[in-house]
């Protein structure tokens, strides 16, 4: 990945600095839909490999091609290399500098060969055919760079940084060494015709090089928004009316192909995602995106992974509820690089959390490369990696100490027990009242305690993510330790979900009084009224207390509903109150 892609598109510029910002932001849309892409007929016809589609290549080029001049490039100019921030000024090559677009015979910009006229036949003075008057291989240029470059071949394929001649090798520098390669398969391409080819290493005669180094610098600065604009341009009868051409630069559109056309059918590039790849090349991920109505959500990382050490191309495309931060689309990996990695973002789209909503989206990417030879996994046979994202947009949660209405305060009364009878128990039961399927799932946190805390307490330690439409209980208790009439509250919280959304400042807030009494007094039979005396309504009360399970029949304090507290229940009704 080119290095001088760093910030996102809507501030994109090839300004002085000598340098190329862009990042797109892809919502929805697959490769090939803005107002840049040919039309889809266009490569309709190659569909071959190797020989057979740069043959392809070639039709596709001629066909229907509007054959302009050297001159016309003195005005065309000003319409296909416009400066994006100032539409009045043109974007020279090598350096980046912003000019004015108006011809002024030479003196501020004139027009670069990127194929070196002396490389190729015929002269710019009869230019209006073939590759000498053809936009997609003219370029401004300052006057001196262009004198400084001259005819030498271009090369040093490791080279970063600034233009310039290096030996008997010119290096277009970073901003424009993958424009300058796909140029050079252009009129290699479209040109075959007039005897022009590549080589690696020193051409001679019409040939161009070095061929190493425009395929390295191909993968290593992918056609960004400036590049590709000017491609269009160049086709377009609406943007460029009076010069427009009706051909394209095939190698922008379909940088995929330059693998196949000029190294081999070999590419041994595989790309996935999360730790390995299945033998098909296929990898799948999951992520969860969770947030609440009216919230920003922070973009979620996603490392993109190849192992091969060839060159590839790959598209990240997003489902309509998904954005994709990516520096290209496609992107590359380039050569050399047995293992490598990238990274992007996966982000919402502006008013995705206005409202709540569920949904399922996923992330496609895929493996552009052509050829087939390399075995399974590899190149065309790399199969495409899927990234399943879950959103869920939540309203915030809704606690409840009632599952039929908003209920925020009760009041539990533990009853009247005896001294050393067993402790009384009592549910508290939390209400997530909220949507099932759009309620924030429900956390419960201790707020505070007041009152009679030693006799009167919770089993609570905590109650984590309980969804919508349904509830978590705890236990009130009160001891039987001491005597006395006891009463204490309990405030407790009800948040959204901590381990979704973070700690929570804020929430339902939810109170429990607690009340009862211990009695040393107290007969434990003594189950209805009238109190203090026993009889058959007691013995009724127990039983349907006993079957219940009813924690006032747990007579011996184990928790448990079984013989021995019948048998307490009994004694004590044998004996009778005091």
Not at 7 to 19: I, K, N, Q
Not at 449 to 455: F, M, T
Request: with cysteine.
């Amino acid at each position: 990945m080119s290095i001088e892609k760093t910030c996102r598109m809507e501030s994109w510029s090839r300004g002085a600095a000598g340098t190329a910002i862009l990042v797109f932001m892809l919502s929805g849309t697959a490769l090939g839909a803005d107002q840049y892409d040919p039309p889809v007929s266009y490569y309709s016809g190659a569909t071959g490999t190797g020989a057979a589609l740069k043959t392809q290549l070639t039709a596709a080029m001629s066909a229907g091609h509007i054959q302009r001049s050297y001159g016309d490039f003195r005005v065309m100019s000003r319409t296909v290399d416009q400066d994006p921030n100032n539409p009045t000024n043109i974007l020279l090559v090598y350096n980046g500098a912003s000019v004015s677009g108006l011809w002024d015979s030479g003196s501020t910009w004139n027009r670069e060969h990127v194929w070196p006229q002396s490389r190729q036949p015929g002269s710019a003075s009869n230019s209006s055919r073939g590759n000498l008057g053809d936009a997609h291989a003219l370029r401004p240029c300052n006057p001196s760079i262009n004198s400084s470059r001259g005819n030498k071949p271009f090369g040093n394929a490791t080279t970063t940084g600034g233009f310039g001649s290096l030996g008997s090798f010119y290096f277009p520098g970073d901003i424009d060494k993958g424009d300058i390669a796909r140029s050079i398969f252009y009129s290699d391409t479209r040109w075959s015709s007039m005897g022009l080819s590549l080589v690696n290493g020193t051409p001679s005669g019409n040939q161009m090089g070095d061929l190493s180094s425009f395929v390295a610098w191909h993968y290593l600065d992918a056609p960004d928004e400036f590049e590709r604009r000017r491609n269009h341009a160049i086709y377009d009868s609406t943007l460029n009316p009076f010069f427009y051409t009706n051909n394209r630069n095939a190698f922008i559109d379909h940088p995929e192909f330059v693998w196949s056309v000029y190294m081999n059918q070999n590419n041994n590039s595989t790309i996935f995602v999360g730790p390995s790849p299945e033998a098909d090349g296929s990898s799948t991920l999951s992520i969860e995106i969770n947030a609440l109505v009216g919230d920003s959500v922070a973009p979620v990382p996603v490392t993109v992974n190849k192992e091969g050490s060839d060159g590839t191309y790959y598209t990240v495309v997003a489902s309509s509820g998904l954005e994709a931060s990516v520096w290209e689309n496609p992107n590359a990996f380039p050569m050399n690089t047995p293992t490598d990695s990238s990274m992007f973002t996966v982000s919402l789209p502006s008013g995705a959390t206005d409202s709540a909503s569920v949904s399922s989206e996923q992330i496609v990417i895929d493996n552009l490369d052509v050829t087939t030879a390399g075995g399974a996994g590899n190149g065309a046979n790399d199969t495409d990696d899927i990234i399943s994202v879950q959103v869920n947009i939540f309203n915030p949660v809704d606690g409840s100490l009632s599952s039929g209405s908003d209920l925020h305060e009760i009041t539990i009364d533990l009853g009247l027990i005896g001294s050393d009878s067993g402790d009384a128990t009592e549910t508290i039961e939390f209400f997530n009242i909220g949507d099932a399927v759009t309620g924030a799932p429900m956390d419960i946190v201790l707020i505070s305690s007041a009152g009679d805390v030693s006799a009167l307490t919770t089993d609570f330690s905590s109650v984590e993510s309980v969804p919508g439409q349904s509830s978590e209980t705890i236990q009130a208790i009160l001891s039987d330790d001491n005597e006395g009439a006891f009463s204490a509250t309990y405030t407790f919280r009800a948040v959204n979900d901590e381990s979704l959304f973070g700690p929570a400042s804020s929430g339902d807030d939810l109170v429990v009084h607690l009340i009862g009494e211990v009695g040393s007094g107290v007969c434990i039979a003594d189950f209805a009224e009238p109190f203090g005396e026993l009889d058959f309504f007691d013995i009724s009360a127990f039983l349907s207390a006993f079957s219940s399970g009813d924690p006032s029949a747990d007579l011996n304090g184990d928790t448990s509903f079984d013989f021995f507290d019948i048998s307490a229940f009994l004694s004590a009704y044998g004996a009778g109150c005091p």
